[in-house]
């Protein structure tokens, strides 16, 4: 079972850019589809991003696009996230998670996920 450990979020005012980075245990994490999800105080899980084991489809939720962007080094068996243009209504904890999936496959449902990790604070200050 694949685990992954998340790098440290932080605080950051509004406008400005972080990026999350997710490590993955194990040899096989060029097989796993992986997503990014969020979770704010008193609201439930949401989707945020998602990208193929290849890296060559990526998926966002809509209040992200354009802003977020998903990427991975299967050499480094590690997941990033880069979050620019950030709102206060970002501000939650966000997780990683990991699937085995084929090349092109993309997940958005946190339920189809089989590996978390612990999950990164991400302050957004006005």
């Known amino acids: 079972q694949v685990q992954l450990v998340e790098s440290e979020g932080g605080l950051v005012q509004a406008g400005g850019s972080l990026r999350l980075s997710c490590a993955a245990s194990?040899?096989?994490?060029?097989?796993?589809?992986m997503g990014w999800f969020r979770q704010a105080p008193g609201k439930e899980r949401e989707f945020v991003a998602a990208?193929?084991?290849?890296?060559?489809?990526?998926y966002y939720a809509d209040s992200v696009k354009g802003r977020f962007t998903i990427s991975r080094d299967n050499a480094k068996n590690t997941v990033y996230l880069q979050m620019n243009s950030l709102k206060p209504e970002d501000t939650a904890v966000y997780y990683c998670?990991?699937?085995?999936?084929?090349?092109?496959?993309?997940?958005?449902?946190?339920?189809?996920?089989w590996g978390w990790g612990q999950g990164t604070q991400v302050t957004v200050s006005s």
């Open positions: 998670a990991a699937r085995r999936g084929s090349s092109d496959y993309t997940e958005q449902q946190s339920y189809n996920y």
């Open positions: 194990g040899r096989t994490f060029s097989s796993y589809a």
């Open positions: 990208i193929s084991s290849s890296g060559a489809a990526r």
